[in-house]
């Protein structure tokens, strides 16, 4: 009988070769190319928290995010976008209406000598949220919540993007 516990471990220690052989990764975790080891990074349109959010991202990714620009370092410029939201239904019965809010995130990379590694591009999120016009005040935390997990998927979209440079 103990020769089953040795057998079952070499199979999981095969499997466990032949999934890293392959390339899989556990989701979520990204590890950024060597170009982009140290980055400077411009924000627009951001705020203190949104901005340290982005930078421990880069950073969990293995970049080095660097306050000036140098030889060495590639430029990513992110403009956080506010984009209106939508009313989408309205419900006269019970006074609750189902709204779009949205969130865009345009970004470009360029390398130390201003060449364009990655073209200005867009990402957007947006999600549907039920607010009750009989209770506004159950409505603001709500979606303060929302806009944080809509910046923080436009964050991970960014992520996604720039490990495939």
Known sequence: ????????????????????GCGFRLAGTITLPPALSRIHLVTIDFNQQQR????????????????????DAVELRVILRILPARRVVTSASDGKAVERL??????????????????ARTLSQQKDVLFDQDNLLSAEPDSRYVFKDLESALFNLLMRQLDRI
């Open 1 to 20: 009988m103990p020769a089953l516990p040795k057998t079952r471990c070499q199979i999981l220690l095969l499997l466990g070769l032949a999934l890293s």
């Open 52 to 71: 340290d959010a982005l930078s421990r991202r880069l950073q969990r990714a293995g970049a080095e995010v660097v306050a000036q620009p140098d030889a």
């Open 102 to 119: 949205a969130r865009g995130l345009d970004y470009s990379l360029k390398d130390s000598d201003g060449n364009l590694l990655a073209p």
